[in-house]
């Protein structure tokens, strides 16, 4: 029998096989207790808690205000993908399986991947445009089992990303979008604007490709071919594989000595040089107001996907000086955090 390499269950380790509470191998429901199915492209477990990032550390703080404790009222299972694409529609089969009163799915790429299979199950996603993702028609009324959180910013923001980057890192000449091979579509979408906004700036830009597993061996490909292709600039993708592998990524700019913005504050956090994007801690807790909403009995149709409007950019002075950086008084002035 062939391994099966995602995490599930309430365990925070790597197993094999599918592990789960006793209770849900006969799918068996405790009185009086929710069952809510969280499933991610690569955070692992131990990210999905309220002692991970912060999403999570927003979903569950907001979910005990609200009265639910886990292990009391409500049950957790946790499926991750592993940053393994092809193992995605892999999870998500096992966890609609699982029969659970609520899917909490925190990707677009992963929600794909339960539309086909269930239309009964109520779906809470985070993802970018769920109208062009083909997940719903309307954000003020879903017209099925999902509803949740849209994080797209809209086209514009990277072109604002692009201006911080150059405003950052003076005479940029040549800009790589790094983007997984499961967001192509993103980046089809995104081109004509941005490579307009790079045009304007005297920069060109072009998509580096993260195709297969995101393990160390990729990153660490595409990061020297970017040095042999005189890149001098980097913006990352906001993809979950990305996220979770975030230290990975930081580490590798700062050898390449390469500048680099990314979509969320948690890369600044452990050394990026600048983010600009969503607050992740407001989506975790607009998350979790949903679900009580959906466990109180409120069908997903019924609730208006959110479109999240609150931004943040953070710097790291620690980052641009070891880059021989220095930010300019006009970001400094405008930056809701600034470390170091």
Do not use: C
């Amino acid at each position: 029998m062939r391994r099966r390499e995602f995490i599930t269950g309430t365990a925070a380790s790597a197993t094999f096989g599918l592990v789960r509470p006793a209770y849900a191998q006969t799918n068996a429901r405790p009185p009086g207790i929710k069952r809510i199915a969280i499933g991610h492209p690569a955070e692992k477990p131990e990210g999905m808690t309220v002692n991970g990032r912060r999403p999570f550390n927003g979903y569950f703080s907001e979910l005990n205000r609200l009265g639910y404790v886990e292990g009391q009222n409500i049950i957790v299972e946790r499926f991750s993908g592993l940053g393994q694409p092809d193992r995605y529609g892999e999870v998500a089969r096992a966890i609609v399986g699982t029969h659970p009163d609520l899917i909490v799915s925190i990707s677009g790429t992963l929600t794909r991947e339960f539309k086909p299979l269930t239309s009964t199950i109520p779906i809470i996603g985070v993802s970018a445009d769920p109208i062009v993702s083909g997940f719903v028609t309307s954000l003020a009324k879903p017209d099925g089992n999902i509803t949740g959180i849209s994080v797209d910013a809209g086209l514009e923001v990277w072109g604002k990303r692009l201006q911080l980057l150059g405003e950052t890192a003076r005479q940029l000449k040549k800009v790589q979008l790094l983007n997984p091979a499961s967001s192509r579509y993103f980046w089809e979408t995104a081109i004509a604007p941005l490579r307009e906004d790079a045009m304007h700036a005297g920069i060109s830009i072009s998509e580096a490709v993260l195709a297969g597993n995101a393990d160390k061996g990729a990153y660490e490909r595409l990061f020297d071919a970017m040095e042999s292709d005189g890149v001098d600039g980097l913006m990352v993708a906001d993809a979950g594989v990305h996220t979770t592998n975030r230290q990975l990524i930081v580490d590798l700019a700062a050898s390449h000595r390469l500048p680099t913005i990314y979509p969320f504050r948690d890369f600044v956090d452990v050394g990026g040089l600048l983010s600009y994007g969503v607050d992740l801690g407001d989506v975790g807790r607009r998350l979790a107001d949903m679900t009580d909403q959906v466990l109180r009995g409120t069908r997903p149709a019924d609730i208006p996907y959110y479109q999240q409007t609150k931004f943040e950019l953070v710097l790291n002075r620690t980052t641009a000086k070891s880059l021989g950086l220095e930010f300019p008084a006009s970001l400094l002035a405008v930056a809701d955090e600034v470390i170091g």
